[in-house]
């Protein structure tokens, strides 16, 4: 595996130095959200042009560090018209500048249907997953005509929140273009975390040829809640996880979620031990 962090949970450094600290590491891919990484000049859509594209797919280039996902979490299903289409321009600036930096993809979640962007019952219905499509459908399209992959991750209290959701979604809009995050502890929760082997294998089942990186963290219960921790520190099955990654998706981009920088040796050194073990089973 091409084993990496997000660029954010490293520790607060001038851009270039961050970037250096994650070779530095020994991490080898990051995702990259610049908004929450770049504080030295401006990194909005008006700023994304192929020179500042240039400037930092060489950064990354000197320090030998993938951008296995660029990251862009807008909400796809926003009911404001006017701040919809500014959310769709802020995607295609992100896919125009992913064409030049040739990063792994543009990632995102899924949305709510509503301006908060929050949990609501509704983001479970029909109707919220046709508007999702919808919205999804035009961003896609755009990736495409780029040249561009685009990364849909699926989240249990957003739209997309199961694997079967996740699987109506890739059927609906059929492109090569449009592939998945996995986050295994984003599809759990209270309810459903005893049946986290029937999860992951389903997820590989329906669209594992659509799974291009994987996020690597775990998680707790606390009566009806379920919190995210850093990877090797909470219930999930990494064993069982990490099979199937050795055996179905050699060299993907599997990426830290939740660590900290006084730990993040820690996790890193968990997820080697469980990847080689796989790896020798």
């Known amino acids: 595996m091409r084993l990496g962090v997000r660029a954010h949970d490293c520790a607060k450094a001038p851009f270039e130095q961050r970037i250096k600290n994650i070779n530095d590491l020994g991490f080898t891919s990051t995702?990259?959200?610049?908004?929450?990484?770049?504080?030295?000049?401006?990194?909005?859509?008006?700023?994304?042009?192929?020179g500042m594209a240039y400037y930092v797919k060489d950064i990354f280039a000197q320090n030998k560090v993938d951008i296995a996902v660029l990251g862009c979490y807008l909400n796809l299903a926003n009911p404001d018209e006017?701040?919809?289409?500014?959310?769709?321009?802020?995607?295609?600036?992100?896919?125009?500048?992913?064409?030049?930096?040739?990063?792994?993809?543009?990632?995102t979640e899924t949305g709510a249907v509503n301006l908060e962007y929050v949990y609501t019952p509704e983001n479970h219905t029909d109707k919220a997953l046709d508007i999702f499509i919808k919205n999804l459908a035009k961003v896609v399209e755009y990736a495409e005509k780029m040249g561009v992959i685009f990364g849909i991750e699926p989240v249990v209290n957003h739209i997309m929140n199961d694997i079967e959701r996740t699987k109506k979604v890739l059927d609906a809009i059929d492109s090569p273009n449009l592939q998945v995050i996995f986050d295994p502890v984003n599809l759990l929760s209270a309810e459903n975390y005893t049946r986290q082997h029937d999860i992951i294998k389903g997820a590989y089942e329906l669209f594992g040829d659509k799974i291009a990186v994987i996020h690597a963290k775990d998680f707790e219960i606390k009566g009806d809640t379920r919190t995210s921790i850093?990877?090797?520190?909470?219930?999930?099955?990494?064993?069982?996880?990490?099979?199937?990654?050795?055996?179905?998706?050699?060299?993907?981009?599997?990426?830290?979620?939740?660590?900290?920088?006084?730990?993040v040796l820690e996790t890193k050194a968990f997820m080697e031990e469980k990847y080689l073990k796989a790896l020798n089973s």
């Open 82 to 107: 006017e701040i919809l289409k500014e959310i769709i321009k802020t995607y295609e600036a992100h896919i125009r500048f992913a064409s030049v930096l040739g990063c792994g993809m543009v990632g």
């Open 31 to 50: 995702q990259l959200a610049l908004k929450k990484v770049v504080t030295e000049f401006p990194v909005d859509r008006f700023a994304m042009t192929p």
């Open 230 to 263: 850093a990877a090797g520190t909470g219930g999930l099955d990494y064993d069982f996880l990490m099979k199937e990654v050795v055996v179905k998706k050699p060299h993907i981009h599997v990426l830290l979620e939740n660590s900290v920088p006084e730990t």
